[in-house]
């Protein structure tokens, strides 16, 4: 176990998907507490089973990241809960690529709403918290698409994504002079199986891409490299792609 996990109290947005979950069990295994919310309930229960089976500490709540309502309530009911939240891993998201020819507003709307709108929602739901605690640690999932536009076929994902960025950073600046610390991983193909959700007319080119994809526990050991740096360090960006990912 890590000194610096142990005992942690970390709520994972979209933890039912491939990299909170992976996120979740490590972290559970290091230690931490774990507060998981997605809309799937059904795989976000059977991570909190795992977990507890494995002996550590898990609950789950069924929360849509785009009600930022509900996100508020997340952010109250896990710090009752558990008595308070100490990091926040903004995992929820997703990747539909298709060319803006094609014109599917329904996709663009749903990337905005998930990925930038999910991503402020959740640090609007525990930084009230952090701020009052004075510590905290905000990590969000980017992408590699986030530092070069994936084109053809990934404009309005990779605005998502440098909209990520660009919202990690400007918040890390703002928070340079309190604890909090501010974290952006930056994964390249990663087998999540969100590569199997884009059924445009990229699906074939996107699946040959992530034949070379990395595992999803390799973003979670990145992640809890920078959770358990000491309090005085702060990781702000991880690139981890794999090597033979040219983008």
Known sequence: MSDGIVGR??????????????????LAAKGAR?????????????????????????????????????????????????????????AAGVMLIRPLTEINTIEWETTIDLNVKGTLWGIAAVMPLFLAQDSGHIITLGSVHG?????????????????????????????????????????????????????????????EIYKRAIPANAVARAIAFAIEQPDNVDVNEIVIRPTTQAI
């Open 147 to 207: 530092l070069k536009v994936f084109s053809p076929g990934g404009a309005v994902h990779s605005a998502s994504k440098f909209a990520i960025r660009a919202i990690t950073e400007g918040l890390r600046a703002e928070l340079a002079s309190t604890p909090i610390r501010v974290t952006s991983i930056i994964p390249g193909a990663v087998d999540t199986g969100i590569q199997n959700k884009t059924t445009g007319t990229d699906s074939a080119r996107m699946l």
């Open 34 to 90: 774990i507060a998981l919310s997605d809309i799937d309930t059904a795989r976000m229960d059977a991570v909190v089973e795992e977990i507890a089976a494995a002996g550590g500490d898990a609950r789950g709540y069924a929360v849509d990241v785009t009600d930022k309502e509900a996100m508020k309530a997340l952010g109250v009911t896990v710090a009752h809960d558990f008595g308070r939240i100490d990091m926040l891993i903004n």
């Open 9 to 26: 109290v970390v709520l994972i947005t979209g933890g039912a998907g491939g990299i909170g979950s992976e996120a979740a069990r490590d």
